[in-house]
């Protein structure tokens, strides 16, 4: 039965327009949506473009950009600190060991560079790759307000403020609040986990002896029914570094489906997990999942809206960053 009288195709494009109208206009910092209007007018369209040609022969680096722009953010801003190359770099830390998906940034800026050289930044290339993962996996669309500059500066050691896997909720919000986001962007923004995977060595320790608390020895906060089937996958002595959807049974689609698995005592991360068990995050996951939004859409509007707002923090602009000639190295 159709909801409220409208039809299927009706509901998808009601969603894509709230999602525009939540960022249409958006502005940070000297950012806005259409700065590439006139200087290079093709910009998103390559961008779009090269991460379609990528994601047709590697899915994964959908959620690779995703996380990519996330852990970019949180670091120093978004200025594409994250991928320059060195020693020492944002790149080399422990958490962004495992990002995938530079070739990307690199082959649309190449492109971009053939025609309007020295204009579009790899800060907005990447804020750009990120929106369009998202839409290839079947997720919404926004305006990504455009006019970042590129960092100059990019050290490992600043980036202790990213989230981590094992973090309690608290802790988790006061990193988001230090970057200007609120509660709700937190769980809105963790359910990009919806897409993507994690190595065994980043949750398998929930799985064996994780409490003296139960009979088992797995993490009490994991449904009994879930845990054979997390051991088969990620075995006591085995490949630590053997990847897992982090969205049980829809791990390659954005959808909602990861709340669901939150509320089951199927989430897959600790730090995630803790989004249900929490008092004050549970009542935002519940949010998602009762489709208390116009036509059952809440989460994709709301996802389009935190990403606009990540994507401004601590914005470059002016004399305070450039333009790289190549993504991997500053001028």
């Given at each position: 039965?159709?909801a409220?009288g409208?039809?299927?195709?009706?509901?998808?494009?009601?969603?894509?327009?709230l999602?525009?109208?939540?960022?249409?206009g958006?502005?940070?910092?000297?950012?806005?949506?259409?700065?590439?209007?006139?200087?290079?007018?093709?910009?998103?369209?390559?961008?779009?473009?090269?991460?379609?040609?990528?994601?047709?022969?590697?899915?994964?680096?959908a959620?690779?950009?995703?996380?990519?722009h996330?852990?970019?953010?949180?670091?120093?801003?978004?200025?594409?600190?994250?991928?320059?190359?060195?020693?020492?770099t944002?790149?080399?830390?422990?958490?962004?060991?495992?990002?995938?998906?530079?070739?990307?940034?690199?082959?649309?800026?190449?492109?971009?560079?053939?025609?309007?050289?020295?204009?579009?930044?790899?800060?907005?290339?990447?804020?750009?790759?990120?929106?369009?993962?998202?839409?290839?996996?079947?997720?919404?669309t926004?305006?990504v307000?455009?006019?970042?500059?590129?960092?100059?500066?990019?050290?490992?050691?600043?980036?202790?403020?990213?989230?981590?896997?094992?973090e309690?909720?608290?802790?988790?919000?006061?990193?988001?609040?230090?970057?200007?986001?609120?509660?709700?962007?937190?769980?809105?923004?963790?359910?990009?986990?919806?897409?993507?995977?994690?190595a065994?060595?980043?949750?398998?320790?929930?799985?064996?002896n994780?409490?003296?608390t139960?009979?088992?020895?797995?993490?009490?906060?994991?449904?009994?029914?879930?845990?054979?089937?997390?051991?088969?996958?990620?075995?006591?002595?085995?490949?630590?570094?053997?990847?897992?959807g982090?969205?049980?049974g829809?791990?390659?689609?954005?959808?909602?489906?990861?709340f669901?698995?939150?509320r089951?005592?199927?989430?897959?991360?600790?730090?995630?997990?803790?989004?249900?068990?929490d008092?004050?995050?549970?009542?935002?996951?519940?949010?998602?999942?009762?489709?208390?939004?116009?036509?059952?859409?809440?989460?994709?509007?709301?996802?389009?809206?935190?990403m606009?707002?990540?994507?401004?923090?601590?914005?470059?602009?002016?004399?305070?960053?450039e333009?790289?000639?190549v993504?991997?190295?500053?001028?």
């Open positions: 039965m159709e409220a409208y039809s299927k195709k009706a509901r998808i494009l009601l969603v894509y327009l999602v525009a109208m939540a960022a249409t958006a502005r940070g910092q000297g950012t806005r949506v259409g700065f590439y209007g006139r200087s290079c007018p093709r910009a998103e369209s390559i961008v779009r473009a090269t991460v379609r040609a990528h994601f047709r022969s590697n899915p994964s680096i959620p690779g950009l995703l996380r990519m996330f852990h970019d953010c949180f670091v120093q801003g978004c200025d594409a600190s994250i991928l320059i190359d060195g020693p020492s944002e790149k080399t830390a422990p958490p962004n060991l495992n990002l995938r998906g530079y070739e990307v940034i690199n082959d649309a800026k190449t492109q971009l560079e053939s025609i309007c050289p020295g204009v579009v930044s790899c800060a907005d290339i990447l804020a750009l790759a990120a929106r369009d993962s998202v839409g290839l996996t079947n997720g919404p926004w305006s307000p455009t006019g970042r500059k590129d960092g100059r500066v990019s050290l490992a050691s600043n980036t202790a403020n990213l989230p981590g896997f094992t309690s909720v608290d802790i988790q919000k006061k990193k988001f609040a230090a970057k200007g986001l609120s509660t709700q962007d937190l769980v809105t923004l963790v359910g990009a986990h919806t897409i993507g995977t994690s065994c060595q980043f949750f398998r320790y929930r799985l064996y994780f409490t003296n139960t009979s088992s020895g797995a993490d009490p906060s994991i449904n009994p029914t879930f845990i054979p089937q997390l051991r088969a996958l990620c075995p006591a002595n085995g490949d630590v570094t053997r990847r897992v982090l969205d049980t829809s791990s390659n689609a954005f959808d909602t489906s990861f669901s698995n939150l089951n005592g199927r989430g897959i991360l600790e730090s995630d997990q803790k989004l249900w068990s008092n004050s995050t549970r009542p935002l996951v519940q949010q998602f999942l009762g489709f208390r939004g116009l036509l059952g859409l809440t989460f994709n509007v709301e996802f389009g809206r935190s606009v707002k990540m994507s401004n923090i601590d914005v470059k602009t002016g004399a305070n960053g333009i790289r000639r993504c991997s190295a500053i001028n």
